[in-house]
């Protein structure tokens, strides 16, 4: 059995929690089309250097999630670092609806 460190059982214990607070954020929907949210995403790829940090996750769907690493994910992570913008200035919820409105405004 391979034993788990401290330091990383404390690290998946905070990633725990960030979770819960990222779903909570997006009321537990994906934040690109709204339909139940079942993974959390890296916005910024933790190969990429990327933190669990709140700002750094967004909930999404299962389709979403890959096409957030398909052919279009630099794409897929603009429209994400945008809505990241927005979730420190607090209302998460409208304007992440504004952003994937696919052109209408
Ligand atoms: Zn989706
Ligand atoms: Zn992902």
Redesign the pocket.
């Known amino acids: 059995m391979k034993k788990v460190s401290d330091k990383q059982r404390q690290k998946n214990k905070e990633y725990a929690r960030t979770r819960k607070l990222a779903y909570e954020r997006d009321d537990g929907m994906c934040v690109l089309c709204g339909a139940l949210a079942t ?4 916005i910024i ?1 933790r190969s990429h250097g990327g933190t669990n940090d709140l700002k750094n996750l967004a909930c ?1 769907c299962r389709h979403c ?1 890959e096409l ?2 398909g052919v279009d994910a630099k794409k897929v992570r603009e429209v994400l670092m945008e809505m990241t913008d927005r979730y420190e200035e607090g209302c998460v919820r409208c304007s992440v609806r504004r952003g994937i409105d696919h052109g209408r405004t």
């Open positions: 993974e959390t995403h890296h790829f999404l999630h957030a690493h």
